[in-house]
């Protein structure tokens, strides 16, 4: 089945230090990663999705299918990255997430 | 409307109660997602709408679960007799597509029960 794992609940960064929100996926084939955020008191909302190749708010993620892995990362991170971040998996062709159990970013002065 | 929005934000119902909790969608989304949200967990799946279809319902924990969407835009979820362990945020998502495309989320209802 597939699965995807967020092994750190809570990551703790100082400001200006590079950030990587570790994802790993289980699925055979070759999935549509995305990652969602939701900061304090906001939706859920994408962050960015593989297929894009493009960069958020600073942050990238790449997909390496070798470690089964999409990790995001953010070579300086800013106090206002300070959220939950869930990294979500969807068969191609196919409309349904599953999602990691988050991953909590807290950026410290 | 701007975004999906949900109704109510909070619901505390007692054990055996039956709740329903509402979901309009962007205007325009043919897809429609419920999601069940646990303390400490990610989303999971419930069920799915294309327009008026349900086209999986494979993720509701029960037959005490029942969505519906009988005009293919507002949704309702409804739990009947519930259970302490349907304590959860119950999440609805809506894409344009729905395949391979981006959910989008509305801010959910936090259900309670005594």
């Known amino acids: 089945a597939q699965r995807v794992t967020q092994p750190e609940k809570l990551l703790s960064v100082f400001k200006g230090a590079p950030v990587e929100l570790k994802c790993n996926y289980s699925y055979s084939g070759s999935p549509e990663l995305f990652w969602y955020v939701q900061y304090s008191r906001q939706r859920l909302q994408l962050l960015l999705r593989?297929?894009s190749r493009e960069s958020i708010k600073g942050f990238t993620a790449d997909l390496n299918k070798g470690e089964t892995s999409f990790h995001l990362k953010k070579p300086f991170a800013q106090e206002e990255d300070s959220a939950m971040y869930y990294c979500?998996?969807?068969?191609?062709?196919?409309?349904?997430?599953?999602f990691g159990t988050g991953t909590r970013l807290k950026v410290l002065a | 409307g701007a975004g999906v929005s949900q109704s109510p934000r909070y619901k505390v119902a007692k054990r055996g109660q039956d709740v329903a909790l509402r979901c309009d969608p962007i205007?325009?989304?043919?897809?429609l997602f419920w999601y069940q949200q646990a303390l400490g967990q990610g989303p999971e799946f419930l069920t799915y709408?294309?327009?008026?279809?349900?086209?999986?319902k494979s993720g509701l924990p029960s037959d005490r679960f029942f969505a519906e969407r009988p005009e293919g835009s507002v949704s309702t979820l409804k739990i009947q007799r519930t259970q302490q362990e349907d304590s959860a945020v119950y999440l609805c998502a809506s894409s344009y597509t729905g395949i391979n495309q981006p959910q989008h989320f509305g801010d959910g209802t936090r259900l309670s029960i005594l």
């Open positions: 709408f294309q327009n008026e279809a349900q086209l999986d």
């Open positions: 593989h297929i």
């Open positions: 979500a998996l969807s068969e191609p062709g196919t409309y349904k997430y599953i």
């Open positions: 205007s325009g989304h043919v897809s």
